[in-house]
């Protein structure tokens, strides 16, 4: 478990700060690699070392994806990675402030395998991560 790393694609530096700092107060030491929009985020998966296809641990363990980003939105990852042989397998939970019943079955539409609405204040913040990460590490049986 200690190569498996979180993927966040998450446009704002502040929320980017916050989910680092609850990751670590949730006991995670394991690698968050973030992204600023969806075009970072596909760039970087395209670019992983294709030596290491067979390796589980060169893809992240989850992609924690927010959908309101410029460039490509999280809609529009998400899609794209679906469609993608080599990347559809990795679970993608959206993590979004978006509450609109359309928008949360048109993303598990696409694929997602979690939608989170994104939770006001800190401490509820380190108790979803908490949630999240107890999910999809410990329960959830994963390729």
């Not at 969806?38 to 296809?53: I, K, R, T």
């Not at 989850?62 to 042989?85: A, C, Q, S, Y």
């Not at 990795?90 to 395998?113: H, Q, S």
Request: hydrophobic share 40%; aromatic share 10%; with cysteine.
């Amino acid at each position: 478990m200690n190569k498996i790393y979180i993927l966040v694609a998450e446009d704002d530096a502040d929320d980017r700060f916050l989910l680092e700092t609850a990751f670590a107060e949730n006991g995670f030491t394991g690698k968050l690699q973030f992204v600023e929009n969806g075009v970072e985020l596909l760039d970087y998966l395209s670019n992983l070392n294709p030596q290491d296809a067979g390796n589980e641990n060169h893809l992240p363990g989850f992609i924690l994806l927010d959908l309101n980003m410029p460039k490509k939105d999280g809609r529009e990852v998400l899609k794209e990675l679906k469609e993608d042989p080599r990347f559809k397998k990795i679970p993608v939970v959206v993590f979004t402030t978006t509450k609109n019943e359309n928008e949360i079955n048109r993303c598990y539409e696409l694929g997602a395998n979690t939608y989170v609405v994104k939770p006001v204040g800190f401490e509820n913040l380190v108790k979803t991560i908490e949630d999240i990460r107890s999910y999809w590490f410990k329960t959830a049986q994963i390729p």
